[in-house]
């Protein structure tokens, strides 16, 4: 086949070095729109199981990832002035730079024999004539999905919460989280190493915080030295660096979920962000990408029929994820109502934290659940049951990480 990968993020990438493990007569090529090495963003997350999948289905990449990772094993919860709070026996996770993942995979699709061409945008798939299959990898705002947004049933629906993706000096030995109150309401951050350099600092809170704080009308200098007051007892003396992109610097946003009813259209198939985008607190958007990579490759090399292949990763890559979308979805909520938890001694919020997947809770006063849920967890260990989390550590939001399943 002669296939074009549009976009060089995680998901056009993956997809290109899993064809060409399967064929390597495939003619594959990626286009990047930007220059070689430039990424937005800081690092991404990822958990020991995709590690797992990852080497399965292509053990050179997966163990250059991991090389290139930071490792955590637990969760560190810092409410206000209270001491903070740590969860142990999570899964283990890893943090990795954006742009040092996306030259992993980039590196080992040239060795394939992926041919790779940045700085090409395409705008319309009259530029790939003759191309078998076009796989549109090229973001949330994929620029040929756009061209027929009727066709795939494009929606988009925007958080009230506004957030800002940054990075910093200070090296996160866990995953770590920081709610602060202020006079305005509640702000907070999750951070995690992905480098010995950097780490990540996410920073969310509600409009009216934001406002109130006047980070709305703060330049980026003056933001930052905000932030970097109400987050000074993590940061230890550190400073927070704004988003470097060469579309701009830091700046807030409000997270769009999108969503499609249809994945395909001709020789037109959308995959990573392009297909559908998750809320970052739940960490999954990079394993999404590349697990729709992974059922794709999977789709097509099980049915020659192009239409009928296409049809099969839309139907059973809609449903595997669906879980997690869900999850997804609470998850943002629990956020966006987190007044409703701040209230509660700071281990039954960072235990409810850990539950804000769940469907029950937005409809339980916090303090009843975090009882049910103890008695229930008492119940459990009584049994000898040793499959779930412990008292008041973190629950998984389905399997994100399942790469190339059927």
Same mark, same amino acid.
């Given at each position: 086949?002669?296939?074009?990968?549009?976009?060089?993020?995680?998901?056009?990438?993956?997809?290109?070095?899993?064809?060409?493990?399967?064929?390597?007569?495939?003619?594959?090529?990626?286009?990047?729109?930007?220059?070689?090495?430039?990424?937005?963003?800081?690092?991404?997350?990822?958990?020991?199981?995709?590690?797992?999948?990852?080497?399965?289905?292509?053990?050179?990449?997966?163990?250059?990832?991991?090389?290139?990772?930071?490792?955590?094993?637990?969760?560190?919860?810092?409410?206000?002035?209270?001491?903070?709070?740590?969860?142990?026996?999570?899964?283990?996770?890893?943090?990795?730079?954006?742009?040092?993942?996306?030259?992993?995979?980039?590196?080992?699709?040239? $060795?394939?024999?992926?041919?790779?061409?940045?700085?090409? *945008?395409?705008?319309?798939? #009259?530029? @790939?004539? !003759?191309?078998? +299959? %076009?796989?549109?990898?090229?973001?949330?705002?994929?620029?040929?999905?756009?061209?027929?947004?009727?066709?795939?049933?494009?929606?988009?629906?925007?958080?009230?919460?506004?957030?800002?993706?940054?990075?910093?000096?200070?090296?996160?030995?866990?995953?770590?989280?920081?709610?602060?109150?202020?006079?305005?309401?509640?702000?907070?951050?999750?951070?995690?190493?992905?480098?010995?350099?950097?780490?990540?600092?996410?920073?969310?809170?509600?409009?009216?915080?934001?406002?109130?704080?006047?980070?709305?009308? $703060?330049?980026?200098?003056?933001?930052?030295?905000?932030? *970097?007051?109400?987050?000074? #007892?993590? @940061?230890? !003396?550190?400073? +927070? %660096?704004?988003?470097?992109?060469?579309?701009?610097?830091?700046?807030?946003?409000?997270?769009?979920?999108?969503?499609?009813?249809?994945?395909?259209?001709?020789?037109?198939?959308?995959?990573?962000?392009?297909?559908?985008?998750?809320?970052?607190?739940?960490?999954?958007?990079?394993?999404?990408?590349?697990?729709?990579?992974?059922?794709?490759?999977?789709?097509?090399?099980?049915?020659?029929?192009?239409?009928?292949?296409?049809?099969?990763?839309?139907?059973?890559?809609?449903?595997?994820?669906?879980?997690?979308?869900?999850?997804?979805?609470?998850?943002?909520?629990?956020?966006?109502?987190?007044?409703?938890?701040?209230?509660?001694?700071?281990?039954?919020?960072?235990?409810?934290?850990?539950?804000?997947?769940?469907?029950?809770?937005?409809?339980?006063?916090?303090?009843?659940?975090?009882?049910?849920?103890?008695?229930?967890?008492?119940?459990?260990?009584?049994?000898?049951?040793?499959?779930?989390?412990?008292?008041?550590?973190?629950?998984?939001?389905?399997?994100?990480?399942?790469?190339?399943?059927?």
């Amino acid at each position: 086949m002669k296939i074009a990968c549009v976009g060089g993020g995680p998901a056009g990438l993956y997809f290109a070095i899993l064809m060409k493990r399967v064929n390597p007569s495939h003619e594959i090529t990626v286009y990047e729109r930007n220059s070689a090495g430039a990424s937005c963003g800081w690092g991404v997350t990822y958990w020991e199981e995709l590690f797992d999948n990852l080497r399965r289905a292509d053990p050179e990449s997966a163990q250059a990832v991991k090389e290139s990772s930071l490792h955590w094993d637990h969760w560190a919860v810092h409410v206000h002035d209270q001491a903070a709070v740590t969860v142990n026996h999570w899964d283990e996770g890893y943090g990795i730079g954006r742009r040092q993942l996306l030259g992993i995979l980039a590196d080992r699709a040239r $060795a394939l024999g992926v041919r790779t061409e940045f700085e090409r *945008e395409i705008a319309s798939e #009259d530029e @790939l004539a !003759g191309t078998d +299959l %076009i796989a549109a990898a090229d973001g949330a705002g994929s620029v040929l999905r756009g061209r027929h947004a009727d066709h795939f049933g494009t929606e988009i629906a925007v958080g009230r919460n506004v957030y800002t993706w940054l990075g910093t000096t200070k090296i996160f030995d866990c995953f770590t989280f920081s709610f602060v109150e202020t006079p305005h309401g509640w702000i907070w951050c999750y951070g995690y190493g992905f480098s010995e350099g950097h780490s990540t600092c996410v920073v969310e809170c509600s409009p009216a915080t934001w406002r109130g704080l006047e980070l709305d009308q $703060a330049s980026e200098a003056e933001g930052l030295v905000i932030l *970097e007051k109400l987050f000074a #007892d993590i @940061l230890d !003396g550190h400073p +927070l %660096i704004g988003r470097t992109c060469e579309h701009g610097g830091a700046h807030w946003l409000n997270f769009q979920t999108l969503t499609n009813r249809t994945w395909h259209r001709g020789n037109l198939v959308l995959l990573g962000d392009a297909a559908h985008t998750t809320h970052y607190s739940v960490g999954a958007g990079t394993a999404l990408a590349l697990g729709d990579a992974a059922f794709l490759v999977n789709a097509l090399h099980e049915d020659p029929r192009l239409e009928s292949a296409l049809s099969r990763y839309e139907r059973k890559r809609q449903s595997a994820i669906m879980s997690v979308q869900r999850a997804a979805r609470y998850s943002a909520q629990w956020y966006e109502n987190l007044p409703r938890y701040a209230g509660l001694p700071p281990r039954q919020m960072v235990a409810l934290l850990g539950r804000r997947y769940s469907q029950v809770l937005p409809h339980v006063p916090p303090r009843l659940y975090y009882r049910i849920n103890q008695v229930a967890e008492w119940f459990e260990a009584r049994r000898g049951s040793t499959g779930g989390p412990e008292a008041g550590g973190p629950e998984r939001p389905g399997r994100p990480d399942e790469i190339g399943a059927h």
